[in-house]
């Protein structure tokens, strides 16, 4: 999956991790990121697709990789900052922003 992280923040540098980005399956059952397919995936791009420090204003675009079942028809992507709680308060403030998303054949 390409992500493509804008930092629109005034002052600050943003640290991207893969881990913030959640894929979630049709079932609702959330894709595992998957460091085997990912080290396979930088090798072959020669890139560290998970790192990124993104400078005030700069856009960067990474490519990861994740594993789900065979047949998925479609995905809901959203990015979860701050860990769990984090998470939790985002969709209580905020409600759950996901974007669904077509796989690829």
């Given amino acids: ?3 493509r992280i804008t930092n ?3 002052r600050v540098a ?7 980005v ?3 399956g049709g079932d609702g059952r959330r894709l595992t990121w998957s460091p085997p397919a990912q080290r396979a995936l930088n ?4 890139t560290d697709n998970l790192l990124a420090r993104v400078a005030v204003g700069d856009s960067v675009t ?3 990789a994740f594993e789900g079942p065979a047949g998925l028809g479609e995905l809901r992507v ?5 860990g769990i ?13 996901l974007v669904t998303v077509p796989v690829a054949r």
Avoid: K, P, W
Wanted: proline share 0%; aromatic share 12%.
């Fill in 62 to 64: 990474r490519r990861l």
């Fill in 8 to 10: 629109h923040a005034r």
């Fill in 78 to 82: 959203g990015f979860f900052f701050g």
């Fill in 14 to 20: 943003f640290q991207f991790h893969g881990d913030i």
């Fill in 1 to 3: 999956m390409d992500v």
């Fill in 22 to 24: 959640g894929v979630l």
């Fill in 43 to 46: 090798e072959a791009t020669g």
């Fill in 85 to 97: 709680v984090g998470s939790m308060l985002d969709a209580l403030l905020l409600g759950r922003r």
